[in-house]
């Protein structure tokens, strides 16, 4: 059972921050460059997860994802199924909840990177895209990082948003807080003990690695192409 | 890049409205030309110099004018032209250099040769590289390198490539007259060769003398003289030039009398004693009187000197002493307080202390009289 319920747990979070980083990255890099005044409306919108109860967050995705919502209907329409209470509502509702986590470190990070760099790209003829891959993401990598391993972290641990939109189906949404939770209202504490400390020493263990690496490693990173 | 061997010509007429030092808003307005070779330009903080170069470079767009190089325009507001930064080739060293700091000299210097086929690339930077003395260099980032090795490898950058205009910012303001000096050798070395058009930002005099084959002197936005570096610099006519132009003492002064026999004046500097005798002058009455005297210009003597041509002798005491690389600045008091720049063997072969008495000579055509505005 925890077994299963780790894998599902692994799985999400792998899914979630890759999803996060192909998504994070150029939502970052707007929010760190972009000249428009309405920016600070979408900075307050991607930092909203931080502050709201999961419930709400996981009761509008309920609300969205199932057969209420013209999207929910139209998923539905496609699958044969709605989105609520399965894994790829999961994945959704998890990008959602991780979004600040992921963007935030990435968005500091870019804004960090001396503008004249990028003016001295571009002075040596690059285009926008080689001053991106060639200058800001190297110099921003460090960011960039730390927004992958806390949004993956994050989803590990996350609990509420999961049980909104997830419910608790083994092998499909039960994640392993989920199943601390039903292991401690069945009153099996050993069960829900061994659980916890799973969770604990993963979550401890991917932070001390997030802040070692921040130590030293980073500078050898940048000599890759 | 055959173009830059025949020397083209970069055109510059622009106006832009730009945040001054104090937050202010100044309006540039400048339209000149600058032929191959090096051209300074020459101003104060806040002049719109940077402005300026950003324009020309592309990495701010003015509200009106025009920027070509021979036939190639880079922006023409009237015709709705503006080539983006990294289409211009023009190479542009920012004032913070902008190394790349991920990478060594070599990749630093190789960023901008991404269309070239390898063998290639290797032999333009190593060549480069070379010219610029810091080949041994390569391998290193540029956190590890001095401050003159960090402008080679920043020029080397900006050459590698080419550019059919290069500007600079203030480059060599920060090191060594030395350091200086050799790197400046190089880049005239260098430019023999390739003949483009150099833009060198200073605001310092000594450097405008030692570069400039033509000087262009701006203030608050606009060009205010232009000419050889001695056309603006040693004889200016407005008063705000001459203070940019270095001269460290500057006094306001009343007219006492007039000598046509001999073509001088005597002058006296307001609230003190003291009468200078200066170059017969036009005055306007109505406009202010001031004497600048170069720090550099002036003599010290130990005791009373005698039988001299100089005619502005006075006695003083001096207030304050410091050295400052091989230059020694001393404040010495004869009512107004002059600023003498001396050398160092100077100082202890009249043993020069803070509080000691002595004699300070100014020829009389060392003493310019500018008349301000105001």
């Known amino acids: 059972m925890i077994v299963q319920a780790l894998t599902l747990t692994l799985r999400l979070a792998v899914m979630v921050s890759l999803i996060l980083l192909i998504v994070g990255i150029p939502l970052a890099c707007w929010l760190a460059f972009s000249p428009r005044r309405w920016k600070f409306f979408v900075e307050a919108l991607v930092s909203l997860p931080i502050v709201l109860p999961p419930t709400v967050l996981g009761f509008y995705l309920l609300v969205a994802l199932g057969p209420l919502s013209p999207v929910g209907r139209w998923y539905q329409a496609i699958a044969g199924h709605t989105l609520a209470f399965t894994f790829a509502g999961l994945v959704i509702g998890s990008v959602l909840y991780s979004l600040p986590f992921a963007v935030q470190p990435m968005t500091t990070s870019f804004a960090a990177v001396d503008r004249k760099l990028l003016q001295a790209s571009a002075l040596l003829g690059a285009s926008r895209w080689r001053t991106f891959w060639r200058i800001l993401l190297p110099l921003g990598l460090p960011g960039v990082l730390t927004g992958f391993v806390l949004s993956f972290a994050h989803t590990l641990g996350e609990f509420g948003v999961v049980l909104m939109i997830g419910g608790n189906i083994p092998g499909a949404t039960r994640t392993i807080s989920i199943l601390i939770f039903d292991q401690v209202e069945a009153l099996d504490y050993a069960a829900a003990n061994r659980s916890a400390l799973l969770l604990l020493a993963l979550c401890f263990v991917l932070l001390a690695a997030l802040h070692g690496l921040r130590r030293h490693a980073l500078w050898n990173l940048w000599d890759w192409r | ?374």
């Open chain 2, 1 to 374: 890049m055959s173009a830059a061997s025949t020397g083209e010509e970069l055109s510059v007429r622009i106006r832009k409205s730009f945040a001054g030092e104090r937050s202010s808003s100044f309006l540039l307005e400048v339209e000149f030309t600058a032929s191959p070779g090096f051209t300074i330009l020459f101003g104060a903080s806040g002049a719109g110099k940077t402005t300026l170069l950003d324009c020309i470079a592309g990495l701010q767009i003015p509200e009106a004018g025009r920027i070509a190089i021979a036939q190639d325009v880079f922006f023409d507001s009237a015709a709705r032209v503006n080539l983006p930064a990294n289409r211009r080739s023009v190479g542009y060293l920012l004032q913070s250099l902008a190394l790349f700091p991920h990478m060594t000299v070599r990749q630093n210097v190789q960023y901008g040769l991404q269309g070239l086929v390898s063998a290639e690339r290797e032999a333009r930077s190593g060549q480069m590289l070379e010219s610029f003395r810091i080949a041994a260099l390569a391998g290193r980032r540029p956190g590890e390198l001095s401050g003159g090795e960090r402008q080679r490898a920043a020029l080397a950058r900006a050459l590698v490539m080419r550019p059919r205009a290069l500007l600079l910012d203030e480059p060599l303001t920060a090191l060594d007259a030395a350091v200086k000096a050799q790197i400046v050798d190089d880049l005239r070395a260098w430019n023999e060769r390739q003949r483009i058009s150099i833009l060198y930002v200073t605001h310092q005099r000594e450097e405008a003398f030692a570069l400039g084959e033509r000087v262009i002197a701006l203030e608050a936005g606009r060009i205010v003289s232009q000419g050889s570096a001695h056309e603006v610099l040693h004889r200016p006519e407005l008063e705000t030039v001459a203070q940019l132009a270095g001269f460290e003492n500057i006094f306001d002064c009343s007219l006492v009398a007039a000598h046509p026999e001999q073509g001088t004046m005597t002058c006296r500097v307001s609230g003190s004693n003291l009468d200078l005798e200066v170059p017969l002058s036009r005055i306007d009455r109505s406009r202010r009187l001031r004497i600048g005297i170069r720090a550099g210009d002036i003599l010290l003597a130990s005791s009373a000197p005698r039988q001299l041509s100089a005619r502005n002798v006075f006695p003083g005491t001096i207030e304050r002493l410091e050295q400052r690389d091989m230059m020694v600045i001393a404040a010495v008091n004869c009512g107004p307080v002059f600023e003498v720049h001396v050398t160092p063997s100077a100082r202890e072969s009249l043993q020069l202390r803070k509080g000691s008495e002595t004699w300070l000579v100014v020829k009389t055509y060392s003493c310019q009289v500018m008349q301000g505005s105001g």
